[in-house]
């Protein structure tokens, strides 16, 4: 069906993974260049942004080489967890 081994690498991650996880961590890494070309104030505003950027990393290298499947399950629930936590306290942190 395909003709290089690299086309049968290339579709079955794509149908295995899904395409944002891909994309997503570098749309966030270019939102946050503003942040650091202005004041630091504006950067408190790019603060959600940077740790859904590093959830999103994290997430990834956790996926990657973990394959416990239980120990897989409680690191990125507490990486979720840790997540809204952390933007809690920057919106507090703001108001």
Known sequence: MYKTLLAQVFFHSIAKKKLYFFWLPRLFSLLLVPGFL???????????????HASLGLSVIIEDYIHIETIKFQYLSLIKLLLVLLINLNILYLL
């Open 38 to 52: 202005f004041d630091i104030e504006i950067l408190f505003l790019f603060h959600p942004i940077i740790l859904l």
